[in-house]
């Protein structure tokens, strides 16, 4: 039996025991002692190093937590100005540490940045150096192979250079590549292991620019639209608007839709009654100013997709429409009116303003806000909450004022709130503020012969929209599939090397050696071993015993099957 050992260090096998990775050796000693460049060579070793990379990946990771907790002005102003109100001690400490804008501050762009500088400095040299190990030639074998983890040997009465031939026909078809060396046959296999470290950390790159450029130059805006309105990609027609640092109106991409009809079903029955089965927006859109008009439609979670944007349906509801009427019978108004749901069932608020052409009985001009409630399906009696969130006995309570609704003062103002300051409440019979429930087709008169306020028996639905831009989110699909590949592959993939040797013996017997190495300890290194020797074997099988000398302590076994590892355990 071979005497073997569990030195395999680089050091004590040469070439053999040459790294068998792109990884570089890093020296994290005592820093140079002199000098500005020796400093920042120093410096630039910690950077490129992979460790400090996977730091800075901590980081990024974890100063994205705050973006997620707390909110931030470019995603709802609304909110953080609500914040600051009701937490005014830590809305100062908040705002000097920039966690109100967590992904434009200078500390987040500072760890993007070296992040980003970081893995380009790991990865370039180690490319070129993989790039050699794939133009070179695996190693020449060492002088002692059975020092190496997984080792075999046994005679033959083969002539060794046949021996030599097969193996490195056989390690060929195994596809290893393999090449003669003296009187030895060397082989390497794995290179993707290495590759898909290198495909990895590119993926990180891939995925940091497309974060970076959909973060800059991404547009995100919504869009009321009851059936029948159109719209036009343009910044002038979004109901509200948020977009990235660099981008451009002229970035939108051109294209317009018209509601053409919203359907949305739910359980009538059991204990999922009133829960929406299906909503779906029938569309009309063209891309471009002359594109041709197709047909679609939208549904929850399946977008349109034209270019870089994405059209998505986000909230539905109802729009009565209103006819108002003022003292002479004149129509003065007659639209359509969105109103926003309050609950599971729709039952929803707004208010109806009538800013021109009304007059009164007088013929004083003025303006009327209206409050409307509406419940889709009304269940009777001081139900004030609608019952189901379909069309089955629709009510619209409404609240009429009269006066001045303050939009002539020039100061933006919110369609679904009433400003009450300069206006007045129509009485009814008893003194009190004129509310009255109206169902399809009925009219509520207005006090002193001050008009009148109908509402029609088409009740129209209404669909919102989320039309996102985000450039570079191909980039960030390829780049995130790229980088699951090149993690398995870097996982599961074993570089290994094998050499045979095959020398005559002072007896004059061939003698084969045949030993394996692979990147980091593997139980597979081994059994490979063992596969390969056991095929060379049947080609060039053992020497009878009565060949070999009667005084030889080396007296190798016969069977190929026998390996040695690193621990000097032997595999049958």
Known sequence: MSKTTTDTSPEGLGAAGSQMSTAPQEDLSTPPSLGVIGWARWFWRQLTSMRVALLLL?????????????????????????????????????????????YSSVWFSAIYILLFVSLIGCIVPRTWQFVGQLRGRPPGAPRRLDRLPAYTTWRTTADPEQVRETALA????????????????????????????????VALIVLLVAFASGQMFKSD???????????????????????????QGDDLVPFSFDLKDFTGTYEMSGPNRGTPRTYQAKIAYSEGAYGKQRTTTVKVN?????????????????????????????????????????????????VIKVMDGYRDAKGTKEQLGIRAFFLPTYGGGANVLSQFPALLNPVLN??????????????????????QRHLKGYKDAKGAQLRDNLKPGQTMKLPNGAGSVTFEKNVKEWAGFEIVQEPGGGWALAGALAAILGLAASLFIQRRRVWVRAVTGPDGVTVVEMAGL???????????????????????????????????????????????????????
């Not at 009269?402 to 100061?411: E, F, N, Q, R, Y």
């Not at 990147?519 to 049947?538: I, M, Q």
């Open 58 to 102: 901590l980081m990024l990771s974890l100063g994205a937590i705050p973006g997620s907790l707390i909110p931030q002005t470019g995603a709802d102003a609304n909110k953080v100005d609500d914040f600051r109100k009701a937490h005014t001690t830590l809305a100062p400490v908040y705002d000097k540490l920039g966690l109100f804008h967590v």
């Open 170 to 201: 056989l390690l060929k078809k195994r596809r290893f590549r393999a090449h003669r060396v003296g009187d030895a046959v060397a082989a390497e296999k794995g290179y993707v292991r290495e590759l898909g470290n290198l495909v990895f950390h």
């Open 302 to 350: 399946e977008p349109l997709r034209i270019g870089d944007s994405k059209v998505y349906l986000v909230s539905h509801g109802y729009a009565p429409v209103i006819t108002v009427r003022d003292g002479k019978g004149k129509v003065v108004y007659h639209d359509a009116v969105p109103l926003l749901p309050l609950d599971g069932n729709v039952t929803s608020q707004g």
């Open 518 to 572: 692979g990147r980091s300890e593997s139980a597979k290194v081994p059994e490979e071993l063992s596969d390969l020797a056991g095929t060379l074997y049947d080609t060039a099988p053992g020497a009878p015993e009565s060949t070999a000398p009667a005084d030889d302590d080396t007296n190798d076994d016969t069977d190929a099957s026998r390996v040695v590892s690193a621990e000097g355990a032997e595999q049958q």
């Open 221 to 247: 805006g919504t869009k009321l639209m009851v059936e029948g309105d159109g719209f036009s990609n343009a910044l002038p027609m979004y109901d509200d608007f948020k977009s990235g640092s660099l981008f």
């Open 398 to 419: 409404l609240e009429p004022y009269h006066g001045d609704l303050g939009v002539d003062a020039g100061l933006s103002q919110s369609v679904y709130q009433l400003d």
